[in-house]
């Protein structure tokens, strides 16, 4: 598979200081993808390197994995932790929602943020079992209609239950209006 491909390449260079894992979607739309990549890097040093290494010698692995997957969009995103999951290990397969979020205009990015590291830490002490995590548009798609992804992992479908049943029936919902207010505006997932 690619991401196989990606990473003997990356292996054969020593390189440790990148990841990569491809999404399926589960709930799907029109305009749904059939197979996402997400690769990250463990800082923009490393990106930087990896990206130079990757053009100047990548070209027979990327031929390769152009020949069973086909990228209509390239972008790139800086990323920033809001929560983090309840497990420290990365689970072979997760759940994973995407939101595109916009900071209201009767608000601003510090407010909002404020606001948001408070409901992370009730989540936190409530022991929900999700992690968070905030992507600003950096490069790529220059037409994307909001201020950043909101993007929420869970281990499985039964702990993002979970975390849904104390969201909507144990009143997790009125404590994030609460804490948040009207500070952001997230499209469904």
Request: charged share 20%; glycine share 12%.
């Amino acid at each position: 598979n690619a991401i196989e491909q990606w990473t003997r390449f990356m292996d054969a260079k020593g390189v440790n200081t990148y990841g990569a894992m491809t999404m399926t979607p589960h709930y799907h739309g029109p305009e749904t993808f059939d197979i996402g990549w997400i690769g990250y890097w463990t800082d923009g040093n490393a990106m930087g390197q990896g990206l130079d290494m990757w053009l100047a010698e990548g070209g027979e692995t990327a031929a390769a994995m152009f020949d069973v997957i086909t990228c209509n969009t390239h972008s790139g995103f800086a990323v920033t932790g809001v929560k983090a999951p309840a497990s420290e290990k990365a689970p072979d397969t997760s759940v994973v929602y995407f939101s595109d979020c916009n900071v209201s205009d009767d608000s601003d990015f510090e407010t909002m943020m404020g606001g948001l590291r408070k409901w992370a830490d009730y989540m936190t002490e409530q022991e929900y079992n999700n992690g968070v995590w905030l992507m600003f548009p950096a490069f790529g798609d220059g037409k994307m209609d909001m201020d950043f992804k909101m993007v929420t992992s869970y281990e499985s479908h039964a702990a993002a239950g979970s975390a849904w049943e104390k969201y909507g029936n144990g009143g997790g919902w009125m404590k994030r209006n609460e804490l948040m207010g009207d500070t952001l505006s997230c499209d469904t997932s």
